[in-house]
């Protein structure tokens, strides 16, 4: 009987997990006659087989025909997906192709460096094989796969796309710049390039791929854990949007979007000084290990330089808000391999993420100035710093505190002899934002209606092309800051402060001047007729700077929770320097209390 059961055990289980051929025990080796499956002909029929299902039919029709070109770069592609590289190689052409264009984009390889490899392993490799020997030979191969992109000539100063019904004009009918520009040879060539990657493409590609198309429903199959934050799908806003618009969240499959733009130079700090603008496209549906992640971050428009576009950047965004408004009106049919169904699918941007300057130029209100909170907006309470020459915000938050907070009535720690009986003004929703946008110029309508509304300096300046989708004025959310760059920006206020170097730090004659004129603090007020600035009680002495400097370059950290902080020490000069955001976020956070309660 125990035998009998052994036996049974053995052979539904097995005693070694995957042991079917029982070599160590004699049995002959024998090779596999089942087809190792491709997964580079499965890419090939995920990006284009929906639509050439008729050539996967091994059938034959009666009657024959040229295929169309569509049909004849689905048919190429899956013949170097099955062509190997050279007699007796493992790799075929279409792998060998798509490797080293994922390698190139990893590690950010130059093209004369890639061509170098190519050439390598050409002589590398048998002389009958088919292996490009440049690049440029590595991404013919992969043409077909290639997702559609549009490049539209842009006015040099930036106030016209030509496009649509300006794409026949040879000069911009708003400011008369020349389209074109000659070169040395004579050549015309156009002045500025829009570079404009279509996002319906994109979407539908992520439903077309077998192992992405039933992450995109994770949202909605997931079980939300009660006060935790861990997905957008957490957030009040995501809700808000299913609530206000139940027909477009009864379908799972509908694609929530992320916006975000900045400025980027690619010839790095020491390079021309170029900076040309992406704006990139997020979907959220997918799990949090995915939907952060570099390949689903698509970029949708690379707004040329070589300056920053300021309020024209609308202008450059025209093809994109279009196309964003025919997913949210119409959508686009587009065939879901998980469910083997044909879904129309539509897209919405959820907010917008960007940095605080940014988030003007997409929002349309100014950022400068006395007016530039934006929940303050015209009930601001900032002042004029007479000797410090510049707007400041200081003692601005007692009156969001709760009414009977003690902070209220502090007379002290905050603007001497004042108690806050005020409360906060009323941070107006979409609706409200839009009646008071609705009638202003847009950046399309030329510079020179901008011009007039930023001379009256009422704090919008222009009507954010963001209000054409129609549920704009609808989100609970339409502009989100991004914390790691304001968070940098204060650290490195912060350090130098405390640091007192010298050029960076906020403790000036200036500072103390008007310090003394709001504040109560006699101990920092400045002495023998504001000659003498006495030493501040949170800056440590030159001692104490290089135990904090010696601490910090002797610091070790778990893998990927901080960077090499040793890099950022200058022991000479006991400065902090090149900190990155996540860096200055940790040391923030993390290092700072317990850096500074030793020495002050």
């Known amino acids: 009987m125990i035998l009998k059961q052994l036996e049974y055990i053995l052979y539904k289980k097995g005693f070694v997990r995957n042991y079917y051929q029982w070599i160590c025990q004699g049995e002959s080796l024998v090779e596999s006659s089942r087809v190792q499956p491709n997964p580079y002909r499965d890419m090939v029929i995920d990006a284009l087989g929906n639509n050439q299902e008729h050539l996967l039919n091994e059938k034959s029709n009666s009657v024959e025909e040229e295929p169309n070109d569509e049909a004849k770069k689905f048919i190429d592609l899956l013949k170097v997906a099955g062509d190997p590289l050279c007699e007796g190689s493992k790799l075929s052409v279409l792998e060998m192709a798509s490797r080293i264009a994922s390698l190139k984009c990893e590690f950010n390889l130059q093209h004369r460096c890639v061509d170098e490899f190519a050439s390598l392993f050409n002589d590398a490799i048998p002389n009958n094989n088919q292996m490009g020997r440049t690049f440029n030979s590595t991404k013919k191969v992969l043409e077909g796969l290639e997702l559609p992109h549009e490049r539209i000539h842009t006015c040099p100063k930036g106030c016209l796309l030509f496009w649509k019904g300006d794409a026949h004009l040879d ?131 690379l707004v040329p330089g070589p300056k920053n576009p300021k309020g024209n950047l609308d202008v450059y965004m025209q093809p994109l808000i279009e196309e964003l408004k025919q997913l949210w009106e119409v959508g686009a049919m587009t065939y879901d391999i998980s469910s083997k169904q044909n879904l129309n699918l539509r897209a919405a941007v959820l907010w917008t993420i960007s940095d605080f300057p940014t988030y003007g130029m997409l929002s349309g209100w100014s950022t400068a100035g006395k007016k530039a909170c934006p929940y303050c907006m015209d009930k601001s309470r900032s002042f004029w710093l007479e000797h410090g020459g510049k707007v400041s915000w200081f003692d601005c938050h007692r009156q969001f505190l709760p009414h009977d907070h003690p902070f209220r009535k502090n007379k002290t720690s905050f603007c001497k002899n004042k108690v806050e009986h005020g409360m906060g003004p009323h941070i107006m929703c979409g609706e409200e934002l839009w009646q008071c946008v609705k009638d202003l110029p847009k950046a399309t309508d030329g510079p020179e209606a901008l011009k007039k509304l930023k001379n009256a300096k009422k704090g919008w300046f222009k009507q954010s092309i963001l209000w054409e989708l129609p549920y704009w004025k609808d989100l609970l959310i339409c502009y989100n800051l991004d914390v790691m760059h304001i968070e940098k920006n204060f650290f490195d206020q912060l350090i130098n402060t405390v640091m007192d170097v010298k050029g960076s730090t906020s403790d000036t004659t200036s500072a103390r001047k008007d310090m003394a004129k709001y504040c109560k603090r006699r101990q920092l007020e400045l002495e023998n007729g504001n000659q003498t600035m006495p030493k501040a009680p949170f800056s440590p002495d030159k001692a104490q700077k290089k135990v904090l400097c010696e601490w910090v370059r002797d610091l070790k950290f778990p893998d990927a929770y901080a960077s090499n902080l040793s890099r950022c020490v200058n022991l000479q000069s006991c400065k902090l320097y090149g900190m990155k955001s996540h860096d200055c976020h940790v040391f923030m956070e993390r290092l700072l209390p317990v850096a500074l309660k030793e020495l002050l």
């Open 171 to 301: 000069k911009c009918r708003v400011c008369g710049s020349d389209r074109y520009k000659k070169t040395k040879k004579g050549k015309l060539i156009p002045s500025k390039v829009l570079i404009y990657f279509s996002i319906t493409p994109r979407l539908q590609r992520l439903y077309a791929t077998k192992n992405i198309s039933e992450d995109m429903t994770w949202h909605a199959k997931n079980p939300r854990v009660q006060n935790t934050f861990a997905h957008p799908s957490d957030s009040e806003a995501w809700k808000h949007l299913d609530t206000t618009f139940p027909n477009f969240a009864s379908e799972p499959r509908n694609v929530r979007l992320g916006l975000c733009t900045d400025g980027f130079a690619p010839h790095g700090k020491f390079g021309s000084q170029y900076s040309c603008w992406p704006v990139i496209l997020t979907p959220y549906n997918l799990p949090p290990s995915m939907c952060m992640k570099r390949p689903f971050m698509f970029l949708s428009l």
